[in-house]
């Protein structure tokens, strides 16, 4: 099964752009549900989501729908002594999604900065072990983690490794297929090279928009990876003014015509 949708769906340029400009914002999730049958939740990143939150979204979109949940960041990017505390809290929030039918898996999330040295990989185990009741989805944005042992770590541990397309800076991940678990896993986050390291207004790294011969060149990638697994999740971050769902729904659209082509 290959899901496509969005990595998060409530951006206020959205509106006018996906969203009809008379849709209420509370609207906006059963709206993308018709369209889509998957959502990366991201806000998750940023703070703890109550478990009502998670049991109201389920509510809003179809039986066949599957949410992914990114990892709080005190998790992966503020890790503190105190962050003992959250896996617990991060685990439950969850568990709505999980009775609803329609949980795929977490995506944690590690920053560049997270190097592939001796104390950060005791911190991974130790991390993967912690939410080992859920299915988990790692990506590394350091070329660092690209090698066979830590391949062979995540197998052993049923995670699964996060494929991404982003500028080929020599430092970030290239644009590979790989599956360590049962579930593919696939970002887009866009090709801006300019904007990648800026910030700021105007500096949007996710300000892209991917041409239809880009997209392309994942479609074998992902159909390999169907092969491979259960479940392949795809999700567009280049969010910038609805440019996301414009590339989801062409995703989708190349992923069937070839689909009907094989079979034919």
Not at 145 to 151: A, C, T
Not at 157 to 169: A, K, L, M, N, T
Not at 228 to 241: G, I, K, L, P
Not at 243 to 257: F, G, H, M
Request: glycine content about 8%; hydrophobic content about 35%.
């Amino acid at each position: 099964m290959i899901y496509v949708g969005t990595s998060g769906f409530k951006f206020a340029d959205w509106k006018g752009t996906f969203y009809p400009a008379d849709l209420s914002d509370k609207e906006w999730l059963r709206y993308y549900g018709e369209r889509f049958n998957c959502l990366e939740i991201n806000a998750s990143f940023y703070r703890l989501l109550h478990p009502a939150t998670y049991f109201h979204m389920a509510e809003k979109v179809p039986d066949d729908f599957r949410f992914t949940v990114k990892v709080y960041r005190s998790l992966t990017h503020n890790v503190t002594s105190e962050s003992g505390t959250d896996f617990e809290k991060f685990r439950d929030s969850v568990r709505p999604l999980v009775e609803a039918g329609k949980f795929g898996c977490l995506l944690a999330q590690f920053p560049n900065g997270f190097y592939n040295t001796p104390g950060n990989r005791s911190y991974l185990g130790d991390f993967c072990a912690r939410l080992a009741e859920y299915p988990l989805v790692v990506e590394f944005r350091n070329r660092q983690w690209l090698k066979d042992e830590v391949f062979a770590f995540l197998r052993e541990h049923g995670v699964g490794w996060c494929c991404v397309d982003e500028p080929q800076f020599r430092n970030l991940m290239p644009p590979d297929a790989i599956a360590t678990s049962r579930i593919g896993y696939v970002r887009f986050h866009g090709r801006n090279y300019q904007n990648w390291w800026k910030s700021g207004p105007g500096k949007d790294r996710y300000d892209y928009l991917y041409s239809r011969d880009e997209l392309m060149e994942w479609v074998p990638k992902i159909r390999r990876l169907a092969d491979e697994t259960d479940a392949v999740y795809v999700f567009m971050n280049n969010c910038f003014a609805g440019k996301a769902t414009r590339n989801a729904e062409e995703l989708r659209e190349l992923l069937e015509q070839d689909g009907e082509g094989n079979r034919g």
